[in-house]
């Protein structure tokens, strides 16, 4: 066959016979795609993994900061034991020794506000189960603290020991 059969049977079909060289640019132009895919997708992973390296990041800086704010709440909350302990001797105490006893327990009262502790009152205040432990029911004003058997305490803004408390009844 001559040229001239091979060009007009290539006319009479309509499609040139494709070169190596565009085969080939094709194939590279197909892969060229095939990675600006691949890379789009690795974009997208680099993005997401920094997130929630972000959010990782992040949620343990929280955690450190609650464990640095809460981390002592155990220890305190035996100390306000000894409080307690403080308050029944001064209640029956007289003198110097009382007068002693009553620095002590200003003292560790100081050390334990520097650490975020405060007591919180509950007479005459209405009863809040978020706040009070119900232990007696008595006369006094309906739904009302009218006696404080054990003070309550906050540290910060979680209450750690709740105030057993008698309520008022009609």
């Known amino acids: 066959m001559s040229e001239d059969s091979t060009a007009s049977s290539t006319e009479k079909t309509g499609k040139k016979r494709k070169s190596k060289k565009d085969i080939e640019i094709e194939n590279l132009k197909k892969e060229l795609e095939a990675v600006k895919a691949e890379s789009e997708e690795l974009k997208e992973l680099v993005q997401r993994l920094q997130a929630d390296f972000d959010n990782y990041r992040k949620r343990v800086q929280r955690e450190n900061e609650l464990r640095e704010k809460y981390g002592c709440e155990k220890l305190i909350v035996r100390m306000l034991d000894v409080i307690d302990t403080l308050e029944r001797a001064i209640a029956h105490e007289k003198g110097d020794f009382r007068t002693g006893l009553e620095m002590i327990k200003a003292q560790i009262e100081s050390i334990l506000s520097d650490f975020g502790v405060e007591a ?25 603290v009218v006696e404080e058997y054990q003070k309550g305490y906050r540290l910060y803004d979680k209450v750690i020991r709740h105030a057993k408390v008698k309520v008022g009844r009609r």
């Open 120 to 144: 919180f009152d509950s007479v005459g205040k209405d009863f809040d189960p978020n706040l009070h432990e119900a232990i007696a029911a008595g006369e006094g004003e309906e739904n009302t």
